[in-house]
């Protein structure tokens, strides 16, 4: 009796407590309908596994053409106000050379009234009153030049 009741210990002892490793259990084989039941459910594990990575690589999806939708979006408005700026740099470009063309015009009829003023003035009174108004108008064209000269140096730094 007593080996008998070793025997059924023994026999209800799980193998882990003899060998220490649970990979060694025992494991009754598995019927059909089990096997499948536990293919089945692994099956929809894994299928619910890749319908949450589905959803979040859509998720993702979603977000990267928001971006770029974003990103296309300020690239041409960028791009439009780029060209806004090249035409208004045309057109600063056309009012400076406009300008310096002003500038060389006006220097050239200011020479042009000098001499013709001192061929008229014969006097010598005259002529010495109209050098003194000429030099002052000569300093003042000078500064006004200079003036004209920063300014077209301004917009062409403003330019650039």
Known sequence: MEEGAVATDIASKDVTEWTGNKSSKCKMPLSNSARSRDWRKRKKEETKQMMCELAQSKDEIKKLKGDFELFYQRFNSLRQENDELKKSHKE??????????????????QAENEHLT?????????????????????????????????????LKNNDR
Do not use: C, T, W
């Not at 600063?92 to 009829?109: A, D, F, M, P």
């Not at 009174?125 to 050098?131: G, L, Q, S």
């Not at 500064?143 to 000269?149: A, C, F, P, S």
């Open 92 to 109: 600063r470009e056309k009012h400076v050379e406009n300008l310096q063309q002003l500038l060389i015009n006006s220097n050239n009829s």
């Open 118 to 154: 001192i061929r008229i003035a014969d006097p010598e009174n005259a002529m010495k009153d109209r050098n003194e108004k000429l030099l002052k108008e000569n300093a003042r064209l000078k500064q006004e030049n200079g003036m004209l000269i920063n300014y077209v140096l301004f």
